[in-house]
């Protein structure tokens, strides 16, 4: 897949797994990471399906009506995908911490639905539900930020609720922050998911 890695300086830090949004490049979220952490390696990812031109992680067939097959697909295949770049450049695969937005938040989700093992936790800006009707994995130990916007049209409230409660339901840790500023990733959203992250894995260094 089209990536960048970018070595960061404390090896012993998660591993940000950058997913962005759709019509996106691996460029986009690469300063919102280094504001996050600027210590930490950064490994962020161009989605391998095109929608008139834009760039996304998997097909849908309408606005928020996701192409389920492919969507399994795609999840296989970028869990596969990190797997490999953990062995090309010598990262832990097991402190693979993704931040995603929008469709890239849904893949993010859909790799903790699909495996056990594939993120260490996740920060999700705009996700929604990836799809329904599947047995989890256990979730305990895993850390998840989920920023929304109770006016977003594109990904419904509703639809985060659920995504929140499923993960809880599979034993995720969970801290949800609601927002009125639609489907913007704002930087009230990112200053708060710099908080948690702090809180969540830097309060011992
Ligand atoms: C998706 O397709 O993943 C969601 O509808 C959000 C988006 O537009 O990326």
Not at 4 to 27: N, R, S
Not at 97 to 104: D, F, K, P, T
Request: include cysteine; hydrophobic fraction near 40%; charge should be negative.
């Amino acid at each position: 897949m089209k990536h960048i890695y970018e070595q960061g300086t404390d090896k012993t830090a998660p591993v940000l797994l950058l997913l962005h949004g759709t019509g996106g490049t691996e460029q986009d979220l690469l300063g919102i990471a280094k504001h996050i952490d600027a210590e930490a390696s950064i490994l962020s990812v161009r989605g391998n399906v095109l929608e008139n031109g834009m760039p996304r992680f998997f097909r849908r067939l309408a606005e928020g009506v996701f192409d389920i097959e492919d969507l399994k697909l795609r999840t296989e295949e970028l869990n596969e995908f990190i797997d490999q770049a953990a062995q090309q450049y010598g990262f832990d695969r097991s402190k693979v911490v993704a931040i995603g937005y929008s469709n890239g938040a849904n893949i993010a989700a859909s790799l903790m639905f699909h495996y056990q093992d594939a993120l260490m936790g996740a920060i999700l800006h705009h996700p929604m539900v990836p799809l329904r009707g599947l047995q989890l994995p256990d979730l305990s130990g895993k850390e998840v930020f989920i920023a929304a916007g109770e006016n977003d049209p594109i990904c419904p409230p509703q639809e985060t609720k659920e995504l929140a409660e499923l993960l809880e339901g599979a034993g995720a840790s969970l801290e949800l922050l609601w927002e009125r500023y639609g489907h913007q990733l704002s930087r009230s959203e990112i200053e708060a998911a710099k908080g948690w992250y702090n809180k969540t894995y830097k309060s011992n260094s």
